[in-house]
């Protein structure tokens, strides 16, 4: 009877742990997307100054370290003239500059944000944070990217500007797609003694979407499971997360002499006979008629990534009813209103 119960339950359990997803549509975040909108602020005699605005409205998915990448590709012969919050990674041929040299001539520039700690003097409001951005749903305050350039060689009003074209992003590694950008009503800006609002001159906005089939064709992580009345242990599958980086682990008697030291180069996956780099363990402690209680640990076998900022979504008919969490901070992410248990 109560076998019968457990096995129901664990039947219709489904997680989706941290980048676990087959499609770009996630149903469990319908909307979810990163959004990069160019405001601008001033119209200069070559060009315009631009304050860039990334937002992480994604409710689970975090930029994590080492951040984000964004590239586009400049519409006419448009240069960079200055950036603050975050720097182009190439300067590229501005051999056709004399006198006063540009900051960037590059066709499809890389930008990257700062590290923290950087001077004032090159930073803006929602800077220099490594690149770092955790989702929506984790803490919307903090989930803004911001840096500001000065662009030169295009149109210098909203008549003959050239919107920049065919946006990446990477966050980091492949995975999102972003739209080209389209001209939306002005950012409207208040200012700091709030009876006042501000507009900017013109904004256009690229939406970017998170599809895990381009990230990476394989899980990225496995589930196990075990409960209180059986001392057998649903391990995850053998090379759940395939075997092809078999000769390319760590084993436990490397494993002493890697931590610590540099871990920039070389595998860094610990050997494992399931070969993903996090494991979600889901141990059933009490399952009653009316409540049941897991708990779940979670174990990261990759030596070369930390995860500072993570979220662990678990999908299950029961979570509609969550009545207490310990150790974690719970938020449920739509109503189960559809599935029936
Ligand atoms: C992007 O996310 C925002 C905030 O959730 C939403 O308002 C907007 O419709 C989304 N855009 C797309 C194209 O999904
Ligand atoms: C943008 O990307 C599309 C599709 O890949 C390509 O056809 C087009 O030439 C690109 N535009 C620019 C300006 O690079
Ligand atoms: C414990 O679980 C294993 C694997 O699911 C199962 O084969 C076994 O019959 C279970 N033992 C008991 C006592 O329920
Ligand atoms: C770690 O290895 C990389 C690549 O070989 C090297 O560039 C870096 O300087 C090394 N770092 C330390 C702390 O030894
Ligand atoms: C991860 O964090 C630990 C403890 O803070 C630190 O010693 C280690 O160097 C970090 N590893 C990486 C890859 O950042
Ligand atoms: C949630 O649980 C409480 C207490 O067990 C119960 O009274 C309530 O009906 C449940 N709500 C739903 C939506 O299942």
Known sequence: MVFNTYAHLVSSVFF???????????????????????????????????????????????????????????????????????????QGDCSKYKGNIPYCCEKKPTIVDLLPGVPYNQQVANCCKGGVVPSWGQDPSAAISSFQLTVGSSGTSSKTVKLPTNFTLHGPGPGYTCSQPVIVTPTRFLTSDGRRQTQALMTWNAVCTYSQILASPSPTCCVSMSSFYNSTIVTCPTCACGCQNRDNCITDSTIQSIVGANTTNGPLLQCTQHMCPIRVHWHVKLNYVSYWRVKMSITNFNYGLNYTQWTLVVQHPNLNNVTQVFSFNYQPLMPYKSTTF
């Open 16 to 90: 989706i742990v941290l980048f676990a997803h087959a499609e770009a549509y996630d149903p469990l975040d319908p909307t979810g997307n990163i959004t990069i909108k160019w405001d601008v602020i001033s119209w200069t005699a070559d060009g315009y100054t631009a304050t860039v605005t990334m937002t992480n409205y994604q409710m689970y998915r975090h930029i994590m370290s080492p951040g984000w990448t964004m590239g586009w590709t400049w519409a006419k012969k448009e240069v960079i003239w200055a950036m603050l919050g975050a720097e182009a990674t190439e």
